[in-house]
């Protein structure tokens, strides 16, 4: 019911900064909360972060808190992450996913994903 389309990736040095989009549709949007993961090559695609589309909270894996931040513009149906002090092991295609509100964001039943976009971070 949610179509998403993520755009902002690209390369980038350690250090340096990154904002990536994902534009989201859908008759049920409003209700959604919105997720962002990240595959690297080699590895398992991992939980970056969430957002409560409804009510702003926002929840985030270790390995990204402090770093990275999650934002949403609800008029323009779009989500953020806003990611800082990148480095190397960021380097990952990343996607974002969409899902019914549930009472915690680590519950969400992610069933709507986008194509992703490559983040390259360079040493």
């Known amino acids: 019911q949610v179509q998403l389309v993520e755009s902002g990736g690209g390369l980038v040095q350690a250090g340096g900064s990154l904002r990536l989009s994902c534009a989201a549709s859908?008759?049920?949007?409003?209700?959604?909360?919105m997720g962002w993961f990240r595959q690297a090559p080699g590895k398992e695609r991992e939980f970056v972060g969430a957002?409560?589309?409804?009510?702003?909270?926002?929840y985030y894996a270790d390995s990204v808190k402090g770093r990275f931040t999650i934002s949403r513009d609800n008029a323009k149906n779009t989500v953020y992450l806003q990611m800082n002090t990148l480095k190397p092991e960021d380097t990952a295609v990343y996607f974002c996913?969409?899902?019914?509100?549930?009472?915690?964001?680590?519950?969400?039943?992610?069933?709507?994903w986008g194509q992703g976009t490559q983040v390259t971070v360079s040493s």
């Open positions: 957002i409560s589309w409804s009510g702003g909270k926002t």
């Open positions: 859908g008759r049920t949007f409003s209700s959604y909360a």
């Open positions: 996913a969409a899902g019914p509100t549930m009472p915690r964001l680590t519950m969400t039943p992610w069933g709507s």
